[in-house]
Nanobody, 126 residues
Framework: QVQLVESGGGLVQTGGSLRLSCAAS????????MGWFRQAPGKEREFVAA????????YYADSVKGRFTISRDNAKNTVYLQMTSLKPEDTAVYYC???????????????????WGQGTQVTVSS
């Protein structure tokens, strides 16, 4: 069993930066694929970024590529999402998710993740 707790959300102006953190409990964190998803009001939850267990592989949605960076520290059981050049359309609740040995080609699918955090609000003002 893995529990995920996000933090770091807030209000920021267009062009600003935020770093989200997701702290995980459980001894098996290091083998999990970790992902970030987001959900804006009235919209489906969408994939943002994912990282493999070794940090060697990462994958991003086209909408955030070049602006967001996902990373992880297995010693601290924590995954991060560094967000830069934020835009109003990035406004959403951001969720951390974890899944055991997800195939690389399936990292963007919500259904592949077994564990979810409660979400943290990110608001980008124009």
């Amino acid at each position: 069993q893995v529990q995920l707790v996000e933090s770091g959300g807030g209000l920021v102006q267009t062009g600003g930066s935020l770093r989200l953190s997701c702290a995980a409990s459980g001894r098996t964190f290091s083998r999990y694929t970790m992902g970030w998803f987001r959900q804006a009001p009235g919209k489906e939850r969408e994939f943002v970024a994912a990282i493999g267990w070794s940090s060697g592989n990462t994958y991003y949605a086209d909408s955030v590529k070049g602006r967001f960076t996902i990373s992880r520290d297995n010693a601290k059981n924590t995954v991060y999402l560094q967000m830069t050049s934020l835009k109003p359309e990035d406004t959403a609740v951001y969720y951390c998710a974890g899944g055991d040995r997800i195939l690389v080609g399936l990292w963007m699918l919500r259904s592949e993740y077994d564990y979810w955090g409660q979400g943290t609000q990110v608001t980008v003002s124009s």
